[in-house]
Protein backbone atom coordinates (compact mmCIF):
# COMPACT_ATOMS: atom_id res chain seq x y z
CA UNK A 1 0.00 0.00 0.00
CA UNK A 2 1.48 3.71 -0.79
CA UNK A 3 1.62 6.18 1.66
CA UNK A 4 -1.72 8.15 1.32
CA UNK A 5 0.09 11.28 2.86
CA UNK A 6 1.50 15.00 0.84
CA UNK A 7 5.00 13.76 2.29
CA UNK A 8 4.57 10.19 1.18
CA UNK A 9 3.36 11.02 -2.19
CA UNK A 10 6.40 13.41 -3.01
CA UNK A 11 9.16 10.47 -1.96
CA UNK A 12 6.93 8.30 -4.38
CA UNK A 13 7.62 10.40 -7.02
CA UNK A 14 10.97 11.13 -6.13
CA UNK A 15 11.44 7.42 -6.07
CA UNK A 16 10.05 6.83 -9.55
CA UNK A 17 12.63 9.20 -10.96
CA UNK A 18 15.28 8.39 -9.39
CA UNK A 19 14.34 4.85 -10.62
CA UNK A 20 14.06 6.28 -14.37
CA UNK A 21 17.13 7.39 -14.01
CA UNK A 22 19.01 4.55 -13.41
CA UNK A 23 17.23 2.36 -15.77
CA UNK A 24 18.60 5.06 -18.38
CA UNK A 25 22.14 4.07 -16.89
CA UNK A 26 21.17 1.05 -16.93
CA UNK A 27 20.07 1.60 -20.60
CA UNK A 28 23.86 2.68 -21.71
CA UNK A 29 25.34 -0.54 -23.23
CA UNK A 30 22.02 -0.96 -25.39
CA UNK A 31 22.10 2.61 -26.42
CA UNK A 32 22.82 2.20 -30.39
CA UNK A 33 19.39 -0.38 -30.36
CA UNK A 34 17.36 1.81 -27.70
CA UNK A 35 17.72 4.79 -30.39
CA UNK A 36 17.14 2.39 -33.45
CA UNK A 37 14.06 1.41 -31.98
CA UNK A 38 12.63 4.47 -31.20
CA UNK A 39 13.55 5.49 -34.87
CA UNK A 40 11.28 3.11 -36.16
CA UNK A 41 13.04 0.14 -38.10
CA UNK A 42 10.91 -2.51 -36.79
CA UNK A 43 10.25 -4.13 -40.26
CA UNK A 44 12.60 -7.21 -39.48
CA UNK A 45 9.72 -7.94 -37.04
CA UNK A 46 6.99 -9.68 -38.26
CA UNK A 47 4.91 -8.40 -34.89
CA UNK A 48 6.05 -4.96 -36.04
CA UNK A 49 6.05 -4.57 -39.85
CA UNK A 50 2.29 -4.18 -40.10
CA UNK A 51 2.36 -1.34 -37.81
CA UNK A 52 5.60 0.56 -39.24
CA UNK A 53 3.94 0.19 -42.76
CA UNK A 54 0.88 2.64 -41.30
CA UNK A 55 2.76 4.60 -39.35
CA UNK A 56 5.01 5.71 -42.28
CA UNK A 57 1.68 5.84 -44.60
CA UNK A 58 0.88 8.38 -41.38
CA UNK A 59 4.01 10.23 -41.77
CA UNK A 60 3.92 10.55 -45.50
CA UNK A 61 0.82 12.15 -45.73
CA UNK A 62 2.03 14.55 -43.23
CA UNK A 63 5.07 15.62 -44.94
CA UNK A 64 2.24 15.77 -48.24
CA UNK A 65 0.32 18.53 -46.07
CA UNK A 66 3.29 20.35 -45.47
CA UNK A 67 4.90 20.51 -48.40
CA UNK A 68 1.51 21.94 -49.60
CA UNK A 69 2.16 24.10 -46.88
CA UNK A 70 5.35 25.34 -47.51
CA UNK A 71 4.51 25.66 -51.68
CA UNK A 72 1.54 27.79 -51.29
CA UNK A 73 0.96 31.59 -51.63
CA UNK A 74 1.44 33.33 -49.06
CA UNK A 75 -1.01 36.95 -49.22
CA UNK A 76 -0.40 38.25 -45.47
CA UNK A 77 2.29 38.28 -42.65
CA UNK A 78 0.43 35.70 -41.01
CA UNK A 79 0.54 33.14 -44.10
CA UNK A 80 4.25 33.89 -44.48
CA UNK A 81 4.84 32.45 -41.26
CA UNK A 82 2.89 29.61 -42.04
CA UNK A 83 4.27 29.02 -44.76
CA UNK A 84 7.96 29.54 -43.47
CA UNK A 85 7.48 27.33 -40.43
CA UNK A 86 5.87 24.44 -42.86
CA UNK A 87 9.11 24.57 -44.56
CA UNK A 88 11.15 24.90 -41.87
CA UNK A 89 8.96 21.13 -40.84
CA UNK A 90 9.66 19.40 -44.24
CA UNK A 91 13.21 20.50 -43.99
CA UNK A 92 13.49 18.41 -40.77
CA UNK A 93 12.44 15.19 -43.09
CA UNK A 94 13.83 13.31 -45.72
CA UNK A 95 13.28 15.18 -49.19
CA UNK A 96 11.87 11.88 -50.46
CA UNK A 97 8.39 10.29 -49.31
CA UNK A 98 9.62 6.81 -50.32
CA UNK A 99 12.40 6.90 -47.44
CA UNK A 100 10.38 8.06 -44.77
CA UNK A 101 10.69 6.08 -41.36
CA UNK A 102 7.40 5.29 -38.89
CA UNK A 103 8.42 7.69 -36.41
CA UNK A 104 9.56 11.59 -35.94
CA UNK A 105 12.77 10.87 -34.75
CA UNK A 106 13.56 8.87 -37.23
CA UNK A 107 12.87 11.01 -39.90
CA UNK A 108 14.65 13.91 -38.24
CA UNK A 109 17.99 11.81 -38.36
CA UNK A 110 17.45 10.10 -41.78
CA UNK A 111 17.12 13.83 -42.99
CA UNK A 112 20.81 14.42 -42.15
CA UNK A 113 21.45 10.68 -43.00
CA UNK A 114 20.33 10.99 -46.82
CA UNK A 115 21.53 14.98 -47.36
CA UNK A 116 24.26 16.24 -45.63
CA UNK A 117 26.74 14.72 -48.54
CA UNK A 118 24.60 13.99 -51.24
CA UNK A 119 24.71 17.78 -51.81
CA UNK A 120 28.39 17.35 -52.89
CA UNK A 121 27.81 14.30 -54.57
CA UNK A 122 28.92 12.40 -51.33
CA UNK A 123 27.33 9.36 -49.87
CA UNK A 124 26.49 10.51 -46.27
CA UNK A 125 26.30 7.27 -44.72
CA UNK A 126 29.43 6.14 -46.62
CA UNK A 127 31.70 9.15 -46.04
CA UNK A 128 30.96 10.04 -42.22
CA UNK A 129 33.10 8.00 -40.08
CA UNK A 130 35.67 9.44 -42.74
CA UNK A 131 34.69 13.24 -42.08
CA UNK A 132 34.21 12.80 -38.50
CA UNK A 133 37.68 12.48 -38.03
CA UNK A 134 38.75 15.77 -39.96
CA UNK A 135 36.29 17.96 -37.83
CA UNK A 136 37.59 20.94 -35.41
CA UNK A 137 37.75 20.65 -31.79
CA UNK A 138 35.07 22.70 -31.78
CA UNK A 139 33.00 21.11 -33.74
CA UNK A 140 33.70 17.31 -32.06
CA UNK A 141 32.46 19.01 -29.20
CA UNK A 142 29.32 20.26 -30.59
CA UNK A 143 27.99 17.19 -31.67
CA UNK A 144 29.35 15.14 -29.01
CA UNK A 145 26.80 16.99 -26.96
CA UNK A 146 24.25 17.30 -29.27
CA UNK A 147 24.57 13.36 -29.48
CA UNK A 148 24.56 13.06 -25.75
CA UNK A 149 21.74 14.52 -25.44
CA UNK A 150 19.96 12.82 -28.12
CA UNK A 151 20.60 9.45 -26.54
CA UNK A 152 19.98 11.11 -23.08
CA UNK A 153 16.09 11.40 -23.88
CA UNK A 154 15.75 8.63 -25.49
CA UNK A 155 17.08 6.75 -22.46
CA UNK A 156 14.84 8.66 -20.03
CA UNK A 157 11.72 7.71 -22.74
CA UNK A 158 12.22 4.47 -22.25
CA UNK A 159 13.02 4.40 -18.67
CA UNK A 160 9.66 6.28 -17.86
CA UNK A 161 7.90 3.69 -19.71
CA UNK A 162 9.06 1.15 -17.96
CA UNK A 163 8.58 2.82 -14.89
CA UNK A 164 4.66 3.38 -16.54
CA UNK A 165 4.30 -0.52 -16.96
CA UNK A 166 5.68 -1.56 -13.66
CA UNK A 167 3.51 1.18 -11.69
CA UNK A 168 0.28 -0.26 -13.81
CA UNK A 169 1.28 -3.84 -12.97
CA UNK A 170 1.76 -2.70 -8.87
CA UNK A 171 -1.27 -0.35 -9.14
CA UNK A 172 -3.25 -2.10 -10.96
CA UNK A 173 -6.21 -2.56 -8.00
CA UNK A 174 -5.73 1.18 -6.95
CA UNK A 175 -7.43 3.67 -8.95
CA UNK A 176 -6.30 6.85 -6.89
CA UNK A 177 -2.83 5.81 -7.72
CA UNK A 178 -3.08 5.88 -11.67
CA UNK A 179 -1.95 9.00 -12.04
CA UNK A 180 1.09 7.96 -11.47
CA UNK A 181 0.85 5.64 -14.57
CA UNK A 182 -0.21 8.61 -16.46
CA UNK A 183 2.62 10.95 -15.23
CA UNK A 184 5.40 8.50 -16.53
CA UNK A 185 4.15 8.30 -19.62
CA UNK A 186 3.77 12.05 -20.08
CA UNK A 187 7.06 12.24 -19.02
CA UNK A 188 7.93 9.14 -21.32
CA UNK A 189 6.28 11.56 -24.27
CA UNK A 190 8.08 15.15 -23.31
CA UNK A 191 11.90 12.79 -23.53
CA UNK A 192 10.82 11.65 -26.83
CA UNK A 193 10.00 15.33 -28.24
CA UNK A 194 13.45 16.00 -26.46
CA UNK A 195 14.89 13.07 -28.49
CA UNK A 196 13.37 14.77 -31.86
CA UNK A 197 14.76 18.39 -30.97
CA UNK A 198 18.33 16.78 -30.62
CA UNK A 199 17.76 15.09 -33.28
CA UNK A 200 17.09 17.75 -35.81
CA UNK A 201 20.09 19.91 -34.19
CA UNK A 202 22.19 16.76 -35.25
CA UNK A 203 21.49 16.48 -38.60
CA UNK A 204 21.58 20.46 -39.21
CA UNK A 205 25.56 20.00 -37.72
CA UNK A 206 26.12 17.08 -39.83
CA UNK A 207 24.92 19.42 -42.73
CA UNK A 208 27.33 21.55 -40.95
CA UNK A 209 30.46 19.26 -41.18
CA UNK A 210 30.37 19.06 -45.14
CA UNK A 211 30.03 22.40 -45.48
CA UNK A 212 33.48 23.10 -43.80
CA UNK A 213 35.21 20.27 -43.88
CA UNK A 214 34.86 18.36 -47.15
CA UNK A 215 37.74 19.56 -48.88
CA UNK A 216 39.72 18.17 -45.28
CA UNK A 217 38.31 15.05 -46.38
CA UNK A 218 39.74 15.19 -49.93
CA UNK A 219 43.15 16.11 -48.62
CA UNK A 220 43.13 13.46 -45.96
CA UNK A 221 42.25 11.06 -48.90
CA UNK A 222 44.87 12.37 -50.96
CA UNK A 223 42.79 13.30 -53.84
CA UNK A 224 43.09 16.36 -55.22
CA UNK A 225 41.36 19.15 -54.92
CA UNK A 226 38.36 20.45 -57.08
CA UNK A 227 38.96 22.97 -59.98
CA UNK A 228 34.75 23.72 -59.91
CA UNK A 229 31.56 22.67 -58.91
CA UNK A 230 31.19 20.37 -61.56
CA UNK A 231 34.72 18.60 -60.99
CA UNK A 232 33.95 18.69 -57.69
CA UNK A 233 30.65 16.24 -57.66
CA UNK A 234 32.80 14.24 -59.92
CA UNK A 235 35.50 13.44 -57.44
CA UNK A 236 32.83 13.32 -54.64
CA UNK A 237 31.02 10.60 -56.68
CA UNK A 238 34.73 8.47 -56.74
CA UNK A 239 35.30 9.09 -52.77
CA UNK A 240 31.55 7.71 -52.51
CA UNK A 241 32.32 4.75 -54.70
CA UNK A 242 35.26 4.05 -52.60
CA UNK A 243 33.79 3.93 -49.35
CA UNK A 244 31.38 1.73 -50.09
CA UNK A 245 33.75 -0.60 -51.94
CA UNK A 246 35.64 -0.29 -48.35
CA UNK A 247 32.76 -0.60 -45.83
Do not use: K
Not at 142 to 163: E, G
Amino acid sequence: MLPVTAGGLTATVLALIVCAALLALLLQPFQVRAVRVLEGYWDRWPATAGLAGALIEVQRRRWEALRERAEGAARDEAARRVRADAGRRVGAHPAAADVLLPTSLGNALRAGELSAGERYGLSTLASWPRIYMQVSDRMADALRSTRDALDTAANLCWSFLAVAVMSGVALYDEEDRWWLCGGSVLLAVVAYRGAVVAAQAYAGLMHVVYDLHRFELLEALHHPLPADQESEQEIFAEVSASSHVAV
